[in-house]
Nanobody
Framework: QVQLVESGGGSVQAGGSLRLSCAAS????????MGWFRQAPGKEREGVAG???????RYTDSVKVRFTISQDNAKNTLYLEMNSLKPEDTGMYYC????????????????WGQGTQVSVSS
């Protein structure tokens, strides 16, 4: 059974940094894409970043330059380094695996994590 467990969320002031981690287990084969999504209160879930098995990275425009997605295949762990955080980055951040890398993040999602909360105060 596939399991994705996020960690690293928290509360920071604007301009601060956080690093999210997503530990993956239970895969019989490596997924094509791993990515991060977020959902702010009262808004729909949106893609933040994705990385495919070839190392191609995609980001939503609002986080380009500030966020970096990476993965450690030996540790089966996905990361999201978030710098220069803004209040609009506040939300629940979800890790996901998918069968394709879309324009921003993964598509054809097959598994979701439970999420980790990020709160950025001004």
């Amino acid at each position: 059974q596939v399991q994705l467990v996020e960690s690293g969320g928290g509360s920071v002031q604007a301009g601060g940094s956080l690093r999210l981690s997503c530990a993956a287990s239970g895969y019989t084969y490596s997924p094509h894409c791993m990515g991060w999504f977020r959902q702010a209160p009262g808004k729909e879930r949106e893609g933040v970043a994705g990385i495919d098995k070839y190392g191609t990275r995609r980001y939503t425009d609002s986080v380009k330059v500030r966020f970096t997605i990476s993965q450690d295949n030996a540790k089966n762990t996905l990361y999201l380094e978030m710098n220069s955080l803004k209040p609009e980055d506040t939300g629940m951040y979800y890790c996901a695996s998918g069968q394709s890398l879309g324009r921003i993040a993964c598509g054809r999602i097959s598994s979701w994590g439970q999420g980790t909360q990020v709160s950025v105060s001004s």
